[in-house]
């Protein structure tokens, strides 16, 4: 059902095929794996808050070995983020579990842990179309207040372009993709990269 509302084949291809890769609030895992049985070349670690879904994605971490992946999974503190560098950090629908400061936080965090030329690759939800954005506040009321699928208090959707404002203030470099097309809900994918040198200076 994940796999099937979220268009993380789109997603996959702002990540790099090769390097350091770490997925912030990994879940079940579904992602991290998909990215290390994509490609061989990837080295990817998930971090989660709820340790039942740590321990699921730890048991598909070990079928994804057996065919070749190298993917692990590990328990994290809210907020915390592995020391890197990281190639890729990507942070698929999570920050509207957190509040605004927590979310900028967040990301500034991922952002001092990349490599040069490192990138930090956040999906989302818009707040527009209105009707797709009103189908995901319900679903997601749902799921996290009501259903307690998701570990969570906070239902904060900002605008990408706040989103995008705070990966600027880190000096990235930022990229912009609705991905909303065939879905009923309004994603957006957002992604800012480390720029290998200072421009005006010699590499």
Request: aromatic share 6%; proline share 6%; charged share 20%.
């Amino acid at each position: 059902t994940r796999w099937a509302s979220c268009p993380f084949r789109r997603v996959e291809a702002a990540v790099p095929t090769s390097g350091r890769i770490l997925e912030v609030g990994c879940g079940y895992g579904v992602f991290s794996c998909h990215l290390a049985l994509a490609s061989h070349q990837r080295q990817v670690l998930g971090v989660d808050v709820d340790l039942r879904k740590v321990v699921h994605a730890q048991f598909a971490a070990k079928r994804a070995a057996a065919r070749g992946a190298t993917c692990e999974f590990h328990l994290a503190p809210p907020g915390e983020v592995p020391d890197g560098p990281w190639d890729a950090i990507v942070v698929v629908d999570v920050l509207y579990l957190l509040d605004p400061d927590e979310q900028a936080g967040l990301l500034h965090t991922c952002a001092e842990q990349l490599s040069l030329g490192g990138v930090l690759i956040v999906k989302e939800m818009a707040t527009s179309p209105s009707w797709k954005a009103r189908w995901n506040q319900l679903q997601e009321t749902m799921a996290v207040k009501v259903l307690n699928l998701t570990a969570g208090n906070e239902l904060t959707f900002l605008e990408p372009s706040a989103i995008g404002a705070w990966m600027r203030e880190d000096g990235l470099v930022v990229t912009h993709q609705p991905l909303d097309h065939g879905y009923p809900h309004p994603h957006h994918l957002v992604v800012g990269a480390r720029r290998r040198s200072i421009p005006g200076l010699a590499d």
